[in-house]
């Protein structure tokens, strides 16, 4: 079982950047294809990213696509996810989650087997 906690979310400016992070303790990260998903108030939790167990296989969702990063550190148990150039519409709660499976279907959240409680990026135009 791994335990997944995140951070590095918070109140921006549009334009802004910022780097989540996603910290596993309990079992080490390389044994999990990460993926990071958010929802937005009202809205259902959306895929943004996924990466795989070594880093070499990434996915993106279309609305995110060259503005967004996932990357993972398996030495150090993290895995991040980078944003640029933020836009109000992404505000939302980014969850990271863990899938024990090998690339299964990343896109689906219901293959995730751990989450974290998620981190409040808020976008101030």
């Known amino acids: 079982q791994v335990q997944l906690v995140e951070s590095g979310g918070g109140l921006v400016q549009a334009g802004s950047s910022l780097r989540l992070s996603c910290a596993a303790s309990?079992?080490?990260?390389?044994?999990?294809?990460i993926g990071w998903f958010r929802q937005a108030p009202g809205k259902e939790r959306e895929f943004v990213a996924a990466?795989?167990?070594?880093?070499?296989?990434?996915s993106y969702a279309d609305s995110v696509k060259g503005r967004f990063t996932i990357s993972r550190d398996n030495a150090k148990n993290i895995a991040y996810l980078r944003i640029n150039s933020l836009k109000p519409e992404d505000t939302a709660v980014y969850y990271c989650?863990?899938?024990?499976?090998?690339?299964?279907?990343?896109?689906?959240?219901?293959?995730?087997?751990?989450w974290g409680q998620g981190t409040q990026v808020t976008v101030s135009s």
């Open positions: 309990g079992r080490t990260l390389s044994t999990y294809t």
């Open positions: 990466i795989s167990k070594r880093g070499l296989r990434t």
């Open positions: 989650g863990a899938d024990g499976a090998d690339w299964g279907n990343p896109l689906d959240l219901w293959g995730y087997d751990y």
